[in-house]
């Protein structure tokens, strides 16, 4: 009752805080709603939903990209753009939700620009990468390999956002590695559904290191959005975090635009339409169909974040890729021999000992906020 007190008492010095923390707090308000006892399946069906969104929006733009490029695509650059392109569809939240507020005065602010500017140009970097290792690998081997990114996630939080490496991420690094050397080092038989046969060992190699690199890259790229919430944005709302995605978004656009006129592939779109395997209907949609999955993928992500925390959006994100490899046998013949069961097994072992820490991890910061609060509502009275 003490808290409670105290809690009503604060509201006059709440109310007589600057206009940035208002912002913070406002979302967070809202959600409360969603939190009330009467409210909790609500909470459940939303969570149910955005991870669906992720799942099926990272395989179904995994599996369209590699239908683009099995059936005639030769843009690395297009498939580049396909992953950002769509992001004016992160508008539609803005008519459902009343508490985002995507407002443009972010933009006025150098150090604000600056990094998204930063993360835009690497989310397209990252974006190259994923597109030259997807389309000469089999999607259950690039799929495991992009499973790296947890090794390289759990280095990068280490030494940007000092958190500390457990046994647990340390078993899960090595099974994870394990996994990512066993797919790299053995050939993959597979092949598409024309029948071409397995690619060269040069452009073999070159996929699989633009694929560690891509990981790599991503797993970076989350560590400084989460600096640069911590530290330059000073505050994780749910409009804080749609500006991130969204301006981010356009930056790597751009880029992606850009990269597509000075290769000189803008040129050859035309007749690769034309000599597309399954006609250019089919390929307009495989493109439509891309851009569309990865938002609905990038949704997903959005909303787990706010309903839940960043950290759980990521661990979803990451179950996805032995999803993935699943998808590949069942919709493109792939075959999955021995060492690739092996490897999908030693994935999803390193996966169990991640997640497994970060609910330690979860349990210990819940134990502290009841003291944390006590010692506030103390600080108030």
Known sequence: MEIIDAQKDSKPVAEAQTSHQEEAITPTTDQHLVFRPENRWKWWLLVALNIVFLLVGQSAAVLLTKFYFNHGGNSKWLASLTQTAGFPLLYLPLLFVRSINISLSSLNNISHCLVYFSLGCLLAINDLLYSIGVEPLSVSTY??????????????????NSEKLTKLKLNSI????????????????????????????????????????????????????????????????????????????????????????????????????????????????????????????????????????????????????PFVPVVGVMFYGEKMDAIKVLAMLCTLWGFASYIYQQYLDENKSKEKEPELNLIDSDDIQ
């Open 143 to 160: 799929s495991l390999i992009c499973a790296s990114q947890l090794v390289f996630n759990a280095i990068f939080s280490f030494v940007i």
């Open 174 to 321: 090595i099974f994870i590695t394990m996994s990512a050397s066993m797919v790299a080092i053995h050939p993959d038989a597979s092949k598409d559904k024309n029948g071409k046969p397995p690619v060269q060992d040069q452009e073999r190699i070159i996929a699989i290191l633009s694929t560690i690199g891509a990981s790599a890259g991503y797993a970076l790229m989350l560590s400084l959005t989460q600096f640069s919430f911590e530290k330059v944005l000073k505050k994780d709302t749910f409009s804080v975090v749609f500006e991130m995605q969204i301006y981010t978004s356009i930056v790597a656009t751009f880029v992606c635009m850009l990269g597509l006129l000075l290769s000189l592939e803008i040129t050859d779109l035309k007749s690769e339409m034309k000599k597309f395997d399954e006609g250019k209907a089919s390929y307009v949609a495989s493109l439509i169909g891309t851009a569309l999955a990865w938002q609905i993928c990038t949704v997903g992500v959005v909303g787990l974040i706010y309903l839940v925390s960043s950290l759980f959006s990521n661990v979803v994100s990451m179950l996805s890729l």
